[in-house]
């Protein structure tokens, strides 16, 4: 996405008048019915950031760009943007009058001295969504609508003393479904695990052999390698295997370390270095944290 032009809208108002939409009715919070603007090919190749919360569902014949996914919005497909991250825009086809769907924006300073600020970090889906958008079935998408439509009849009512704590209450019941919608997801891609796992365990066992590659292999660097973000591929390896994408990696790390201290002359320090150690001190800690042995004890029980 660097090739594109980067627009940052710093506010709710900013982006009503961005897409041609009458002011909000409250500044921090305003949900709107997708059909009600025009969608423009202008807007192809360009990329998104806003400085507030950005939760939709979309149908219209486009391409998006959203992490290092790309996704069409033909069906009940949900993205959660949180602030200052990027949301390009691929490719719009024609301006269409059959688009569909929500658009709800919550500006940080709404959720200000209420438990949702605090607690909205919890929600992972903020973090892993720029890769995985979340899929609908038609019944989990009318629980949903019916809870915008909810906060969409507030935010025209006006403002009163319970104004915000309604608001706060609803956008907590949306999140905490779309957790649990996300977990349903979650559990049925586990049904393609085993081809994950291998893929992981490749992705690391090449980056071991591979001579010109500095450093320890990171968790950044095998999700990327996966297209997944990091959250989302140690989440999935613990509900495979019980262990994270870390420990996939000193379990690799091990066992090279150990064929390595039996099979070889090398000395402690020149086998850290090979596995990608800076300090031969950090290999000898971790090697003894994971086999309760020191590299020299472990070389020195095979005689």
Not at 11 to 38: C, N, Q, R
Not at 52 to 74: E, V
Not at 179 to 198: I, K
Not at 277 to 284: K, L, M, T
């Amino acid at each position: 996405m660097g090739q594109h032009q980067l627009h940052r809208v710093k506010s709710i108002a900013g982006f009503h008048k961005l897409k041609g939409l009458p002011p909000p009715a409250h500044p921090l919070i305003s949900v709107f019915d997708f059909e009600t603007f025009v969608c423009s090919r202008e807007i192809n190749n360009k990329n998104f950031v806003f400085d507030f919360y950005h939760i939709s569902i979309k149908r219209i014949d486009a391409a998006f760009k959203y992490g290092q996914g790309h996704y069409g919005f033909h069906d009940g497909v949900m993205f959660f943007i949180a602030p200052n991250q990027v949301f390009g825009i691929e490719k719009i086809q024609e301006i269409a009058s059959t688009h569909s769907g929500w658009v709800l924006m919550v500006h940080p300073d709404f959720l200000y001295s209420t438990t949702l600020a605090k607690n909205i970090s919890r929600y992972e889906f903020f973090d892993y969504a720029v890769n995985e958008a979340l899929f609908l079935s038609d019944k989990e998408e009318e629980t949903l609508n019916a809870i915008v439509k909810n906060i969409k009849q507030e935010c025209k009512a006006g403002v009163d003393s319970f104004s915000q704590g309604i608001m706060i209450s609803q956008l907590e019941t949306l999140l905490g479904y779309c957790a649990r919608f996300y977990q349903r997801q979650f559990f049925a891609r586990r049904a393609g695990g085993d081809q994950l796992l291998d893929k992981v365990r490749k992705t690391i066992e090449d980056y071991f052999n591979d001579q010109n590659t500095p450093g320890l292999p990171t968790v950044q660097f095998v999700a990327r390698s996966l297209n997944i973000s990091p959250m989302y591929l140690s989440r999935l390896l613990k509900s495979l295997t019980g262990m994270t994408t870390q420990e996939h990696i000193h379990g690799k790390l091990i066992e090279k370390a150990k064929e390595k201290l039996s099979t070889t002359e090398l000395r402690v320090s020149e086998i850290a270095f090979e596995l990608g150690f800076e300090h031969s001190q950090s290999f000898s800690k971790l090697f003894k944290n994971k086999t309760s042995m020191s590299p020299l004890a472990f070389r020195s029980s095979f005689g």
